[in-house]
């Protein structure tokens, strides 16, 4: 993915620093060897699978939309298919208008500076970075912008603040790769079917690497500055392989979830059986929207967890755990 191309320059000795990397950090070091595998070699691309699991979504998605009523659309993403662990859940998450929050706002303003920070090669400084995110955020057109204009202004410094937090502790973690690295940040991924009846969408934080020969050499980063949650975070991450496998027509070597306030990841290696269950997942949770969309879905399938605690139906739910269960904690 990421090696020197052998008609430029001879590779490195596995045991000599990668040409091109200015590695500052004990943490530039492990990542580079050990998460990007930057000598390691890549798997050979199996094209019988790309089409398997093209095939397998696009005739159960097809078999969906063809059941739905005429007008009627299905979008899914990672938040979508999360919710439909419990039909109160997602139906909870589809008739709640959308509101902004300081976390979901820091979020956007943290992606969005490391974006220019890959940019500028590094060449602002933290600050500057951050200013210039923000502004450029609360002057676009759209509800963010005038979810940050009404902030208050020591709201808004404290929120510029951990911006900046973020984006130094992700440059001590995280070396400037070189130009010639292909690297994306905030690449959208969509499969539709029935000319946009069921639309499946995810967008990876990073995408590293490009196709150009018969070896896997992709690698997809989604970058999380919360707790750990890895079964959500492993599902999201496959959806975003099996995303990626039909639009690049090869499969990624590699994704993983990256905790920056750890400095450490939990990553896959490409499994055809990761994606063919990633096939699965997205097929039921398009014939359970169909069904909850529907005039009569039938008695509902209610699921008591973790996720009781944002839902907004938790307080009539026969199956929301009582506080003496724990889920509050």
Not at 183 to 188: K, L, N, S, V
Request: contains cysteine; hydrophobic residues 35%; negative net charge.
């Amino acid at each position: 993915m990421i090696q020197p191309e052998p008609d430029r320059q001879e590779p490195d000795p596995p045991s000599a620093a990668p040409r091109g990397l200015d590695l500052r950090t004990p943490a530039h070091e492990r990542l580079v060897t050990e998460l990007l595998d930057w000598h390691g070699e890549r798997p050979v691309a199996d094209r019988a699978l790309v089409d398997e699991l093209r095939d397998e979504l696009r005739g159960g998605l097809d078999e969906v939309a063809t059941g739905l009523p005429r007008g009627t659309r299905i979008f899914l993403g990672k938040t979508s298919l999360n919710a439909l662990v419990c039909d109160g859940r997602y139906l909870d998450q589809r008739d709640s208008p959308f509101e902004w929050s300081p976390q979901v706002a820091s979020g956007k303003l943290i992606h969005r500076a490391l974006e220019i920070d890959h940019a500028t090669h590094r060449g602002e400084s933290v600050d500057d970075l951050v200013q210039h995110a923000w502004t450029e955020m609360a002057t676009a057109p759209g509800s963010l912008a005038d979810y940050l204009n009404g902030m208050a202004r020591v709201q808004s410094s404290v929120l510029r603040h951990q911006a900046e937090q973020r984006i130094t502790e992700y440059r001590d973690l995280w070396p400037l790769l070189p130009p010639s690295v292909p690297m994306r940040t905030e690449e959208r991924m969509v499969f539709a079917v029935g000319d946009g009846a069921v639309v499946v969408q995810g967008t990876p934080d990073i995408v590293i690497g490009n196709v150009r020969d018969d070896r896997c050499r992709v690698l997809l980063i989604d970058l999380k500055t919360g707790q750990r949650n890895p079964m959500t975070e492993r599902q999201d991450l496959r959806l975003y392989g099996l995303l990626a496998t039909l639009k690049y027509g090869q499969t990624p070597f590699r994704w993983a979830t990256y905790y920056v306030t750890e400095g450490s990841w939990d990553a896959e290696d490409v499994d055809p059986n990761l994606l063919r269950g990633a096939v699965q997942r997205v097929v039921d949770g398009a014939r359970k929207v169909a069904r909850l969309q529907a005039d009569d879905p039938g008695e509902l399938r209610l699921v008591g967890g973790s996720w009781c605690r944002f839902c907004g139906r938790r307080d009539t739910c026969p199956a929301a755990p009582s506080d003496d269960d724990g889920w509050t904690r």
